[in-house]
Each structure stands twice: as C-alpha cells, then as structure tokens.
C-alpha cells in the first residue's frame, strides 16, 4: 500500500523568512500534485508535476520532483500571510486514484 | 472558470438514515471522484468513475456506500445507514483525463452524523 509522508505537520513562520515542505512516498511514481486548503474549504490545485526533475513555480511557491528518491519539495521564499492554510501533496501511481499525504499546515506570523 | 458544484454545503442526518450527496462534475470530464475528510485529517479516497462504472475503491467504501451518474450531468454518493464516524467532509472531483490534467474539486459536503 503507497505511502505518503509530509513533514513537516506544522510549521509556524516568521513572514519573510524561507522553508521547504517535504512529501516522501513509498512507491514509485512520476506524477505527483501539490494542493492548497484553507480551513473549512476545499482543495485548490497549485502543481502538477509529472516528471523526474520537473520544478514548478508560482509566485513564492516552487515544488520539485525527485522520483528517483521517492521525493517532492514545496519551497516558500519569503513567506506572507496569505500563504497561511494547509498543503496537501497527492501522489498517482497511475491507477484511478490519487493518495493524498497527511498534510502540512502552515502559519505564517507577521 | 469551470467549476465542481457540491449540494448541500452542510447536511445533518440521524443515525441509521440515507443521505445523498450531489455533484455536478465540469461538463467535458470524463473521471469521477469521491474523497472525504475527517476534521483535521487527511483526505482519504472513496472511489473513482469512469465509463459509467465503478473503476476503483478503496477498502472505507463499503456495501454501504454507492455512487450512480443517474442523467449524464449529475454524480452522486449514496450512504444507506449512515453511522456517526460517516461524520465528516465529502468532496467530489472531476478530470478531463488522468496524469497531466489533475483533479478539480468541489466546495465538499459537510455530514453531520447525529
């Protein structure tokens, strides 16, 4: 059963300041998607990554894809208030489901 | 921009009731999702759709559980009797294809289960 891992589960910054998000997971695969929710609404798609190498940005966010070492990053450069929610990865292992991770919620302090 | 529409937003059921949930996938999507989310959980798969027929489930969506795209436009999630830990955020979604499109979600449904 594919597992997937993100860690930290909290993160509470300082605005300005710059973290990454890590998603790991268990099986291989080389389609891997990053979501944005905030609290009580729904998931909103930021990346789709679906390649060896493949980098996305948008804005201060940038997510990458390592499949070789089962890994995908979700960078924050110079955190803002608005980035504060909680960031799901979701991993396809091409059958008719994503696996989501356990979530990472993030509190941006001004 | 095209959109997953959910109803209701917020549905409260006593134990042991059906309750159906609704979906109105974007029009030109042919995969069909349900995942639900327990409070401060992950979001957990349900079951996919595609071709008119069930293509995976996972071990939560039991014989209690069924879906049906009943007139081409609407997908619907099914609970028969419903039990208190079914107390949580339902949310469909819809792709145009698998890999590269992604999933759009819906707003969710929040079950109350009392």
């Known amino acids: 059963e594919l597992k997937v891992e993100q860690n930290p589960l909290f993160l509470s910054m300082q605005e300005g300041k710059n973290y990454t998000i890590y998603c790991n997971y268990s099986?291989?695969?080389?389609?891997l998607y990053w979501y944005r929710q905030d609290p009580g609404k729904s998931l909103e798609s930021l990346f789709v990554?679906?390649?060896?190498?493949a980098v996305k940005q948008e804005g201060r966010l940038m997510a990458s894809l390592d499949t070789k070492a089962r890994l995908s990053t979700l960078h924050i450069t110079a955190a803002v208030h608005d980035l504060s929610a909680t960031y799901f990865c979701?991993?396809?292992?091409?059958?008719?489901?994503?696996?989501f991770g356990t979530g990472t919620r993030l509190k941006v302090l001004a | 921009e095209p959109e997953v529409t959910q109803t209701p937003s917020h549905q409260v059921t006593q134990m042991g009731q059906e309750v159906i949930l609704r979906c109105v996938p974007i029009?030109?999507?042919?995969?069909f999702y349900w995942y639900r989310q327990i409070l401060g959980q992950k979001v957990e798969f349900l079951v996919s759709?595609?071709?008119?027929?069930?293509?995976?489930k996972s071990e939560i969506f039991d014989d209690q559980f069924s879906v049906e795209r009943p007139d081409g436009s609407n997908f619907t999630l099914k609970i028969r009797s419903t039990k208190l830990e079914d107390s949580a955020m339902y949310f469909c979604?819809?792709?145009?294809?698998?890999?590269?499109?992604?999933?759009?979600f819906g707003s969710g449904t929040r079950l109350t289960v009392v």
């Open positions: 979604a819809s792709s145009a294809g698998t890999g590269y499109y992604g999933y759009t």
């Open positions: 029009s030109n999507h042919l995969y």
């Open positions: 099986t291989t695969s080389d389609r």
């Open positions: 990554l679906l390649s060896n190498g």
């Open positions: 979701a991993v396809d292992i091409r059958t008719y489901k994503y696996i």
């Open positions: 759709f595609y071709n008119n027929e069930i293509s995976e």
